[in-house]
């Protein structure tokens, strides 16, 4: 099988993002948490580096939800049907999505403190 040109590859990242947008509840509610994050990033006048760590911990719990969302669709083409292993292997996946998301929230809190109070 012969390789996409880049820009093919590209468009169709793009496509899982913009499909991502469309279907998926979690990743629309954390991508209205970003573009918050990029109000404030701006609003708050953050430094360099405290942009920068609010913006990769925001980039990891988006990407964390993708990754998660593409375990769920392999598991479930997989196995269609109720089994026990899937859903632990499902909620393994989204385990992975809550921590990331608790540790962008302390990062969140660590940044913003000095900003806010």
Sequence with gaps: ????PLHKS???AFRGIFVMVKT????QIEL????????????LKLTSI???????????VLSAEIFNTAIEKICDIIQPDFDKRIGFIKD?????VVLIAI???AIGVL???????
């Design 111 to 117: 940044v913003y403190w000095k900003y806010i109070f």
């Design 50 to 60: 405290d942009a920068a760590l609010i913006l990769m911990a925001s980039a990891a």
């Design 10 to 12: 590209f468009l169709n």
């Design 1 to 4: 099988m012969q390789k996409p």
């Design 24 to 27: 998926e509840r979690n990743f």
């Design 92 to 96: 393994i996946a989204a385990g992975a």
């Design 103 to 105: 540790a962008s929230a």
């Design 32 to 43: 209205l948490a970003f573009f918050i994050n990029l109000f404030l990033i701006f609003y």
